[in-house]
């Protein structure tokens, strides 16, 4: 038998004359956890809500396993848990009621007491929400998605907004969702989070899929080697010609080149420099990241 996965076939969504998903064909792995990157406005919140089965798509299919979401969505959503917006809860509800609440809305469910130690909330259990903070309140929307023990949990943009230790604390709850052998998806558009979390990437764009794989493979697929950076100042410009550089842009007071050589560049950039006696001021090397690799895709960068 071939192993559960999720499947996005052909899927298109348009809001009037803005095609918001177009023509998507995905596939997710059960058991991982996969991540879907992109701009504001590529279509990564629509591309989920289609998936989870709260919005139809105008063309195409979605498939968990043999479940058609598409034709049963009421199924589907009794088998995802879907991270709430924070602001779709009532502020006067206690932390215990809130998930009591959600509670009472499924057959299949995980114990309120159980949620609430899972996701760290035992002393904020009797506090309205409308006190927590907002990494609290992103725990006690994780709380809600766990609430009908799901097979797929879908997050989107799950730390927006969070300090580092709130979002290294969600980072852990995440992979721990993982280690229980859940599936999930969720969208991101900070890097970090992406290349530390999911296994594989769908690299999204004006709801279209640019590229897809581990985020291993889509550096090295689009981003070979390095980037060399130097001082604007220093005149470095691509009449110069430089070794094995494949793509050179300015940035603020620094040049960035991108190689596919390291030692190549540098030493053609050292031998120019001397020829032409100038200083090499501000030199920096650095791995290729994958904000470099949605550049090389998208000539845009992921933070607007
Ligand atoms: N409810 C809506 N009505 C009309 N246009 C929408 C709606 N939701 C999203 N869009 C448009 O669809 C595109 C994709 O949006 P969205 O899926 O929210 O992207 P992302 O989550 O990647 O920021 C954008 O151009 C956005 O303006
Ligand atoms: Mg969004």
Request: proline share 4%; with cysteine; hydrophobic share 40%.
């Amino acid at each position: 038998m071939q192993e559960k996965a999720l499947r996005l076939e052909n899927v298109t969504k348009r809001y009037g004359s803005v095609t918001a998903v177009d023509n998507l064909t995905l596939t997710v792995p059960s058991g991982i956890v996969f991540g879907l990157l992109g701009p504001n406005g590529a279509g990564k919140t629509t591309t989920l809500e289609v998936v989870e089965g709260l919005r139809r798509p105008d063309e195409g299919l979605v498939w968990w396993g043999d479940l058609d979401v598409t034709r049963h969505p009421d199924l589907a959503r009794s088998r995802f848990g879907v991270q709430l917006q924070t602001s779709a809860f009532f502020e006067l509800l206690t932390v215990r009621e809130t998930l009591e609440l959600f509670h009472s809305f499924y057959r299949r469910r995980l114990p309120v007491p159980e949620l609430v130690s899972r996701l760290g909330l035992e002393e904020k259990q009797n506090a309205r929400v409308d006190g927590l903070s907002g990494g609290q309140r992103q725990r006690l929307a994780l709380a809600v998605a766990l609430v009908n023990d799901p097979e797929v949990v879908f997050l989107d943009e799950p730390s927006a907004g969070l300090d580092p230790q709130a979002r290294h604390n969600l980072w852990e709850i995440i992979l721990g969702l993982k280690a229980e052998g859940r599936t999930v998806v969720l969208t991101t558009h900070y890097m970090d989070e992406a290349e530390f979390l999911a296994d594989r990437l769908a690299i999204i764009d004006r709801g279209r899929v640019l590229d897809e794989g581990t985020p291993r493979e889509l550096i090295q697929r689009h981003m070979p080697v390095a980037v060399v950076e130097v001082s604007r100042s220093v005149g470095v410009n691509s009449s110069v010609g430089l070794p094995a550089v494949r793509r050179m842009e300015e940035r603020d007071e620094v040049t960035m080149l991108v190689s596919d050589r390291l030692e190549d560049t540098l030493v053609g950039l050292v031998n120019w420099a001397q020829c032409e006696g100038r200083t090499i001021a501000g030199l920096t090397t650095r791995n290729a990241t994958l904000e470099d690799v949605f550049l090389e895709l998208t000539g845009r960068s992921l933070r607007e």
